[in-house]
C-alpha cells in the first residue's frame, strides 16, 4: 500500500470512529427522551458490547475476509451507516416498557431487543477498525491514533449539532459520515462506490417519523397530548434535552405541585414545559392581577415567606418559574433565577418581565460555587417529576443538589438569619424526606453547628419542605411555622420543641415516620437509626452524589414477599437493573473473549495466551474507569456537567491518539512502555491528590474548560501509548491475535463503565 | 370478541403464546375458566387485604365488595393482547399510557369508599371503565368522567354492551367535577392530578369520602382519603397499601 492509502485509510478509520462516537452520544440522547433514565446507561452499555463481538468475529473469520480486506471494509463500512439509523427505527418500535420490568419479566425480552438491535452498528464499525489493524498491521499505531482523534472530535461535534439540529437529523449527520468513510479506502469501484452511494440512499429515504423520538406512552408528555385540547405549540432541541411545550384551552394545565388540599383559589392559564417528555413545568401567563398568584402562598415552599420580610432570594433551577412568581408575590427585594437549560430560560423570560428579577444560566451548584451573594432566601426546587421520583427510574442518577456539600455550600451563601428552603416529593413509606434531613444535619455538624435548633421541616399531602436557618430558629419563627401549617392544613414534622402529638394532625400517616426519623437523627443513637432503617438513606456526598438510590439487598426477600400488594415496586428498579447489566455483560464477554481461542490455537513459538488477554483487559478496563472518574471530578470543577463531560471525552480520547501517533514513532518498544507505565502512575497520583483545584480559582467558565483540557491532557497522552505498543507487539509475534485483543478492549471498556457505577454505589450502601 | 381463558396453571404458557400472536381455540367452557381464575385471584386479593390491615385498618374486604369484583368480567375490559393477563393481580397497559388498576387496588379503593346500594358515585378518570363497573354492582348510580376520547368512547360502548345501564360517561374535564348530579355520596378520582380540585371538595355530601390513587403507572399506588364530616369538615389521611414499615425495632 502507499503513502496515499495509507493516508485516505487512516482517514477512513477516524472518520468512521467519529461516526461511531457520534452514534453513541445520538443515541444516550435519544434514549434519554424516548426512555426512562434507567435503561439509557444500560442499553447504551449492552449496546457496545458490539464491539467485543466484532473481535470475536474477527478472530474467527477475519484470515477469509483480509485477502479482499476492500470490499468488506468497505461493506462493512456502509452497514454501520445504514444500521445506525435503521435500528434505531426498529428498535424504538419495539413494546418495551420498563416500567412493567417487575410485574412482567416477559419485558426482559423486549429490552434485549432494545440492546441487540442498538449493538449493530457498533458490531459494523468495530469490524472496520479490526480489519484496519490487521490488513495493515506495521502502521497499528497511526490507525489507532486516527480512531482515537476521530472519536475525539465525533464526540464532540456531535454535542455542537445537536445545538443546531433535531436529534434525528444529527443521526443522518453521523449515518452520512459513515457511509463517506466506506468510500475512502481502497477498494474494487463496484464496492467503493456502489455501497456507500446504496447507503447514502437508504439513509436519505427512511421517513423522518420513523427516526424522529416517539416517547414511552408512559411518560409525561405523551399522556398529556392524549387529553382533549391538548397541542404541541413548539420544540426546541439542545443537548440540555428536548423541551416541549403543550397547550391546552379546552381542559386547561393547573400545575400547582405541593398545594393545600384546602386551597381554593384559581390558577392562572399556564403554558406546560416538558423536559425529554417529563418533568413538567409550567409557565405563568399573569394577567398582572395580584390575586391570580396567590396560589402560590398555598404551597409547602411557601413557608419560608412566613419567617422573612422583603427577602433576596435565589431561586435555583428556576424551571417555569413558579418559585421566582412565589418571590415576587411575597414582596422580594430582589431575585436571582438560576436555571441550567438555556432554551428554559429563554421562555421563562419571555413571560416574566420584572426589574427585580435577574437570570442567570447556568448549573445551581456551579452558580453558588462562584457566586459571592449574600440571601435572604435561598429556594430548591424539586426539578424531577412526582411520577418519576416514585418510580425509582432515577435511583443511578447522580445528583450534585443534595450532597453534604452542596448544603455547606448553599449555607455559605446565607446571610445572617437567612433561610435555606429544600422542597422535595412526598413518598411513603419515607426514603427522600429522612435522607434530606439526615444530609443537613451532617452538613451542619459539618461545619460546629448544632442541628437541631436551626432546622425545619414541614408536609403537605404531596410535598416537604425542609429549612435550613443561619441563625437559631426563634419563638416567633415557631409560632409562625404553626400559624401556616394550621391555615394551609401541612403537618410539622420537626422544628425545636415539637413534641410527637403535633406531627400527625392533618394529613394523617399510619404513623408519622419522618417525625419519628428527625427525632432519632439529631438524637444519640443516629448511627445505628441509619443502619437500621430498611432503605438505604446515609446522607449523599460529592463523592457519592447518588441521592435517589435507596435500595438494600436486605429489601428485596421482604417485598418480593409482599408483590402482591405492589411491594416490589418499592423497590429503586435502577439498582437492580444496573446489577442485571453487570451480570449479563460479564458472562456475555466472557463468551465473546473465550470462543475465539480455540479457532485461533496456540500462538506462534508457544508463547503464553494470557498474558496478552490480561494485558489488554487490564488496558480496557483502566482507561474508561480513568475517563469516567475524570468525568466526575471535573464536573463540579467546572460547573456545567455537559461541557465537563464534553471536554473530559473529547479531549482524552484526542490526546490519547496523540500518545498513539507518538508511540508510532519510538523504536524501542519496550522502554517506551516502562516510561508511559510509569509517567501514568505519576499523573494518576497527581489527579487523586491535588486536582481538580477548587472552582473559585478561575472566574470564567471557558477557562475552566480549557484548563480541565490541559489538566488532564498530559495523563491522556500516556495512557494513549500503552495500547498501540501493545498491539505492535503483538503484530510482529502473532498477527491471527489482532482482533481478539481488539474485541477484549471493547468488552472491557463495557463492563469497565459498568463497573464504576456499581462499585460506587455499592460501597455508598455499605455492602462491599 | 371473547378470547378463551387460559387455566391458571398454564398462564406462563399463554402469555407466551399470546405473545407470538397465538390464539388458543375456544371452547364453551370458556365462561367456567374465566370464572375459575377470578376466584383465585379474589382469595388472593383476600389474602392481601389481611396483609395489610395494620395500615388500611380492613382485615377483610366485604362480602358485597369481592361480590361485585366476582360480577364483572375483567377481562372484557383489558385489551385483547392482554387478556390472558386479565386475572392476575397486577395492573396492565390499556393504551394512552394509561393503565387498568391493579385488581386489590381496584378492592381497596372500593372498600375505602364504603359504598351503599342507594349511593350516587362521581369518577374523573374512567379508563377502561372497569372501576365504574365495580362501583355500579354496589351503588344507585355512577358518574363517570374521562379527559381522553377514544377510552371514553371505549369505555362507554364497552359498560353499554355488558348492560351497566346506570353508569353515564362524559368527555371532558373532570376538573369541575359533574355539578348538575351533585352532591355525591363517594368521589374517586382515579386520573390523579397536581391538586385536588377544590370543586370535587365541594360536590363531595357531608359524611361523604373521596378516595384519590397516587403515584406513578405501574407502581404502588399510595392512596389517599379524604372524609367529609357531618359539619362539612374535611380531614384526609394516606392509607399505603404495601404492609411495609421502613423502621426496624421499637422506636
Known sequence: MGRREHALLALSVGLLAGAALAYQVLLFRLLAIVQWHTFVATIVSLALLGHGAAGTALALAGKRLLPRFGSFYAGSAALFAVSAPACWALAQALPFNGLELVWNPLQLAWLAGYFLLLSLPFFFAACCFGLAFMHARERIAVLYAADLIGAGLGAGIATGLLFLLPVETALRTAAIAGAVAASLPPAPRIARLALPAAALIAIVLLPRPWLAPQITEFKGLPRALSVIGAEVEAEYSSPYGLLTTVRNKTIPFRHAPGRSLTATSEIPEQLAVFSDGDAMTALIAWDGRRESLSWLTETTSALPYQLLGRPRVLVLGAGGGAEVWQALYHDAWEVEAVEINPAMLMLLRASLHDPRVRFHQGDARGFVQSDRGQYDLIQVAPLDSYGGSGAGVQAMAESHLYTVEAIADYYARLAPGGLLALTRWVKEPPREGP????????????????????????????????????????????????????????????????????????????????????????????????????????????????????????????????????????????????????????????????????????????????????????????????????????????????????????????????????????????????????????????????????????ESMPARVILTLVLTAPLAFLMGMPFPLGLSRLAAESPAFIPWAWGINGCASVLSALLADCWQCTWDSGQC | MTRCPPRVSSRWLAQLLLLAGFMPPCAATDEARWSQARKALLAEIQR??????????????????????????????????????????????????????????????????????????????TGSGYQAAVLAELVARVHTIEIVEPLAGAASERLRQLGYNNVEVRLGDGYHGWPEHAPYDGIIVTAAADAIPPPLIRQLKPGGRMVIPVGAPFFAQDLILLEKDAKGKVSTRSVLPVAFVPLTGDR
Open chain 1, 435 to 698: 435522607r434530606l434531613f439526615a444530609t443537613a444535619v451532617a452538613a451542619l455538624r459539618a461545619l460546629g453547628i448544632d442541628p437541631g435548633e436551626r432546622l425545619a421541616v414541614i408536609r403537605g399531602w404531596q410535598t416537604s419542605t425542609l429549612l435550613v436557618s443561619n441563625g437559631d430558629l426563634s419563638v416567633a419563627d415557631i409560632g409562625r411555622l404553626r400559624a401556616f401549617c394550621e391555615t394551609r392544613g401541612f403537618d410539622p414534622v420537626w422544628f425545636p420543641g415539637i413534641g410527637r402529638e403535633e406531627a400527625n394532625r392533618s394529613h394523617l400517616l399510619p404513623r408519622p415516620w419522618q417525625h419519628e426519623a428527625a427525632v432519632a437523627l439529631l438524637g444519640d443513637h443516629a448511627d445505628r437509626f441509619l443502619a437500621d432503617y430498611k432503605f438505604h438513606i446515609e446522607p449523599a456526598t460529592d463523592d457519592r452524589p447518588y441521592f435517589f438510590h435507596f435500595f438494600r439487598w436486605s429489601l428485596l426477600s421482604e417485598l418480593i414477599a409482599l408483590r402482591g400488594q405492589g411491594g416490589l415496586t418499592l423497590l429503586d428498579t435502577g439498582y437492580l437493573v444496573l446489577v442485571g447489566t453487570l451480570a449479563l455483560a460479564a458472562p456475555l464477554s466472557l463468551v465473546l473473549v473465550l470462543a475465539p481461542l480455540a479457532a485461533l490455537g496456540r500462538r506462534p513459538g508457544n508463547r503464553s495466551r494470557l498474558r496478552p488477554g490480561i494485558y489488554f483487559l487490564c488496558l480496557g478496563l483502566a482507561f474508561l474507569l480513568v475517563e469516567v472518574a475524570c468525568m466526575q471530578r471535573y464536573g463540579l470543577f467546572v460547573g456545567q456537567p455537559l461541557f465537563a463531560t464534553v471536554a473530559v471525552l473529547s479531549g482524552f480520547l484526542v490526546f490519547a491518539g496523540a500518545g498513539s501517533l507518538m508511540a508510532s514513532r519510538l523504536r524501542d518498544h519496550a522502554r517506551a512502555l516502562r516510561w508511559a507505565g510509569g509517567g501514568i502512575v505519576l499523573m494518576l497520583l497527581l489527579q487523586v491528590a491535588a486536582l481538580p483545584p477548587p472552582p473559585g480559582i478561575v
Open chain 2, 48 to 125: 392481601d387485604a389481611a396483609a395489610t390491615a395494620d395500615s388500611t385498618g380492613r382485615a377483610r374486604f366485604s362480602a358485597r365488595v369481592i361480590a361485585a369484583l366476582d360480577a364483572v368480567p375483567r377481562h372484557r375490559f383489558v385489551p385483547a393482547s392482554q387478556a390472558g393477563s386479565a386475572y392476575d393481580n397486577r395492573p396492565l397497559p390499556i393504551g394512552h399510557g394509561q393503565t387498568i388498576s391493579q385488581p386489590y387496588i381496584v378492592a381497596l379503593m372500593t372498600e375505602l369508599l364504603a359504598p351503599e346500594p342507594g349511593d350516587v358515585m362521581l369518577e374523573v378518570g
